[in-house]
């Protein structure tokens, strides 16, 4: 019995060793898949991390080089717009001389007309001194002529002498002045 004891004690010792044993093998696979599981969590982790910042850059890139298109493409709109702008100011600028020009040609022209009216009222009122100067001449004439109806041949002919150098003199005189006018009007 002795050994029968002795043999059970051994084989509870054998069991509480074996026991301990696979606890503690058990434990210490447990911690190593633990450990792994986490190692590999913390590198899953770690990889989504690193993927998070490059997908976070690429995503930076992105909006970056969207922006950088967009503002591209506004500044290509507003340099046309710009260039629009310019276009039709320079238009609008040649259609303002275009207009200047024509409103001084007729200021000009009415200036010229005004003058041609003053000219034309002045030659007016000239034919009608001069009308009403052959109206009193020919009243003179009259006059003279039953004068001369009693006057002999030679101071008849004096007198139609005398009177044709007087009409001569005011004939060159009416002259002279109408070509100084002229020349005044012409410069």
Do not use: P
């Not at 044993?21 to 986490?38: C, E, F, I, S, T």
């Not at 991390?49 to 298109?69: G, H, M, P, V, Y």
């Not at 600028?93 to 009222?121: I, P």
């Not at 030659?123 to 109206?135: G, P, V």
Request: aromatic letters at 4%.
């Amino acid at each position: 019995m002795i050994v029968l004891a002795q043999f059970f004690w051994d084989g509870m010792l054998f069991l509480l060793c074996g026991a301990g044993l696979g606890y503690w093998l058990y434990y210490w696979k447990d911690r190593n898949q633990q450990r792994a599981a986490g190692s590999a969590a913390q590198s899953v982790l770690d990889n989504a991390r690193r993927d998070a910042e490059t997908l976070l850059r690429e995503a930076r890139l992105s909006a970056n080089e969207t922006a950088i298109k967009i503002r591209d493409q506004h500044e290509q709109s507003l340099s046309v717009q710009r260039r629009e702008i310019v276009e039709l100011e320079q238009r609008l600028e040649q259609r303002e001389t275009l207009v200047n020009q024509q409103l001084e040609g007729l200021l000009r022209r009415q200036q010229e007309l005004l003058d041609k009216e003053r000219d034309l009222q002045l030659r007016q009122t000239q034919l009608d001194q001069r009308q009403s100067d052959l109206d009193q001449l020919l009243q003179q004439k009259r006059t003279e002529l039953h004068r001369v109806a009693h006057l002999s041949e030679s101071e008849a002919r004096s007198q139609v002498l005398k009177h044709a150098e007087d009409e001569a003199l005011r004939d060159a005189s009416d002259l002279s002045r109408r070509i100084l006018e002229e020349s005044r009007t012409r410069a």
